[in-house]
């Protein structure tokens, strides 16, 4: 069986096209988002948001005695919001500085969850509420009306991205200069936290109040290595989450048993750790090879300037010299150097091993030492007897 | 009835205001009036209020008491006729979007909820850039900026609104002398049509050839008015920590 038909396979089994569907508009829905809370450094109060839920979720199951995931998702939007609204109030209200009210609410919220998780599980009535596969998620327990409702947060979120792209690029921006205009910035950022605890709530049946953030982070993280334009990061960063919720439901359902939320998070990683590595201009790999050849230009240009004096003692810019006399100067690495001038036609090579600068090698040490040195001009005795030694071809 | 606003011979009028962060006083009973069509700087040493001075008639910071009028009207009535330049470090430079679409920022009052910049934004835009000598910079990551051009993005980004009275907190900071000599163009040709602009200032010697108003600031307003009358050696003195000058010249 060749990996299409295992493709076909797959997404004819009736779990896995749920489940994929579910991961797909999950993905999407937490990279849009996750593009603002990463602009706007909040990054963590994602992390806090999507363990804040977990009471809300417990909660919920509490007080209705249903497994409906609408109820429970409402309880956990709910929640998070109480958990980011009290990031925001002890930040605001007492000298502690963000971190330490981010990792306060995080525990507070997510001890208090697991309590209430290990109340419910005692529960004389024994509902099973199976509600611990929300610490982690457990995709396969994802119904069509689970998908119903993950597609229906996925729609409002994404209109509203779409509707207020401009308010929310400038409140990302500079909430100053929104403020100055006239809009209203505590709503737009309530509006737009808002947004950003949908598209937790809309995660954690799949991956889970734990590591639900990641979906939030990773993809937009990744996305910002690929592009400097808000509008291409956002589509990026859907693609991004889309294929991590691909990745990760088709590869948990080859393997034996390997978790889904856990394994969505991984592909989402994977693609900040490549994208980190190999995107252009941003990336490692990239910025590696931008210095190394900058520093192979400038010894290049060395060489090139060593010629120039040279020649200019003798009296004649294009006088050869040997390369032993240019090593000793120069230092090792020479040789690398006159391959990269003689590939651009700077220097010539003589039958003897000796080499010499040509017309555009003259042209580009004269511009490279001006550009080097713009206050000290070459010394006018040897500048004369160049332009002298040109003037003879 | 009276006079459309701009017609009114005072631009800011700002009473009694005093603006605290805690229980410490930022600023403490100000009573400024700037007249319409001066070039004004505000001076007075670092933590003197001039940020909070020039936030508090934007609306963006809330007063313990007193009031603020722009044209005689508070600043939510008139907020299309203030630009704002704020001091370049106060975004992140990282963000990823072109001069040109910061500058169209400036139009998004103008266009009001959901509508986006169009054709004559972009033309307005040029046009702002091409004034502040950025043209050519239109379509530049803003992450590939120069101070100087950072500060000037945000120039320009304030000239699109379009704006009556310019409020601007340290545009000189960090730019060099070309770059110090556009942005005066910029203003002076400003003030050529009618317009105000504040400016929050660092370099004292630079006040007389500059301005023709001067608000000497720490905490409390220690003189405003023309540069002539106001500028004076005991007024600096009193701006500036006039205690330590006060001793100095004793034990001489």
Redesign the interface.
């Known amino acids: 069986m060749g990996p299409l038909d295992l493709l076909v396979f797959l997404f004819s089994d009736h779990t896995v096209r749920t489940v994929g569907a579910g991961a797909v508009l999950m993905g999407v829905t937490s990279g849009v988002l996750g593009v603002y809370a990463l602009l706007r450094r909040q990054s963590l109060l994602g992390d806090a948001m999507s363990h804040a839920a977990l009471p809300g979720l417990a909660l919920a199951f509490l007080l209705t005695r249903s497994k409906e995931s609408a109820f429970l998702l409402f309880g956990a939007a709910l929640a998070a919001w109480v958990g980011a609204l009290g990031v925001i109030a002890v930040t605001g209200y007492t000298r502690l500085k963000p971190d330490a009210a981010l990792g306060i609410i995080l525990s507070v919220f997510f001890g208090f969850g697991l309590v209430l998780l290990t109340v419910i599980q005692r529960l004389p009535t024994a509902a099973q509420a199976g509600l611990d596969k929300f610490l982690f998620g457990q995709a396969a327990t994802l119904l069509q009306r689970d998908v119903g409702v993950i597609g229906a947060i996925a729609v409002l979120a994404l209109g509203a991205v779409v509707l207020g792209w401009k308010e929310f690029k400038l409140l990302s921006f500079d909430p100053a200069f929104a403020a100055v205009q006239g809009f209203p910035v505590r709503l737009l950022d309530v509006v737009l936290t808002s947004l950003v605890v949908l598209a937790i709530v809309a995660g954690l049946q799949t991956v889970g109040v734990v590591l639900m953030s990641a979906m939030l982070i990773a993809p937009a993280a990744a996305a910002r290595q690929w592009t400097d334009r808000l509008s291409t990061m956002v589509l990026l960063a859907a693609v991004f989450g889309a294929a991590a919720g691909i990745g990760g439901v088709v590869l948990s359902s080859l393997g034996d048993s390997l978790p889904t939320g856990p394994t969505i998070v991984v592909c989402a990683s994977l693609l900040v750790y490549g994208s980190l590595l190999f995107a252009p201009h941003r990336g490692l790999v990239w910025q590696r090879l931008v210095a190394a050849r900058r520093q192979r230009t400038v010894q290049a240009l060395r060489v090139l300037a060593q010629l120039y004096w040279l020649g200019a003692q003798h009296g004649d810019p294009f006088y050869p010299h040997p390369v032993r006399a240019l090593r000793a100067l120069v230092g090792p690495g020479v040789e690398g150097s006159l391959q990269e001038l003689a590939a651009r036609n700077w220097v010539r090579r003589l039958p003897d091993g000796r080499v010499g600068l040509t017309e555009e090698g003259l042209a580009a040490v004269r511009d490279f030492l001006r550009q080097a040195e713009p206050e000290a001009p070459a010394p006018a005795s040897s500048e004369a007897k160049a332009q002298g030694g040109e003037a003879g071809q | 009835m009276t006079a459309p606003f701009p017609q009114q011979a005072l631009a800011i009028e700002i009473a009694d205001l005093t603006v605290a962060y805690r229980d410490r006083p930022v600023l403490w009973d100000v009573d400024v009036q700037v007249p319409a069509g001066v070039l004004m700087a505000v001076v007075g040493p670092n933590g003197a209020g001039k940020t909070t001075l020039l936030?508090a008639v934007?609306?963006?910071v809330r007063p313990a008491a007193g009031t603020v009028r722009i044209f005689g009207q508070p600043i939510?009535a008139v907020?299309?006729l203030?630009g704002?330049v704020?001091q370049h470090r106060?975004?992140?430079w990282d963000?990823?979007?072109?001069v040109l679409d910061?500058v169209m920022?400036g139009r998004?009052?103008h266009?009001g909820?959901?509508?986006?910049?169009g054709a004559r934004e972009r033309a307005l835009a040029l046009a702002a850039l091409e004034q502040v000598g950025m043209r050519e910079l239109a379509n530049r990551?803003i992450?590939q900026l120069s101070g100087g051009q950072q500060q000037r993005v945000f120039l320009a980004?304030a000239l699109v609104?379009d704006a009556q009275v310019y409020l601007m907190d340290e545009p000189f900071a960090g730019v060099d002398a070309l770059t110090e000599r556009a942005i005066l163009n910029v203003m002076r040709s400003l003030r050529a049509a009618g317009k105000t602009v504040v400016v929050v200032h660092h370099d004292l010697q630079t006040v007389r050839e500059y301005f023709d108003w001067v608000l000497l600031l720490n905490v409390r307003r220690i003189a405003c008015g023309p540069v002539a009358e106001v500028f004076t050696e005991e007024n600096l003195r009193q701006t500036y920590g006039g205690r330590s000058v006060a001793l100095e010249v004793k034990r001489s």
């Open positions: 936030k934007l609306g963006l939510k907020r299309r203030v704002y704020p106060e975004v992140d963000f990823p979007t072109s910061v920022m998004y009052g266009l909820w959901f509508r986006r910049p990551q992450s980004r609104q």
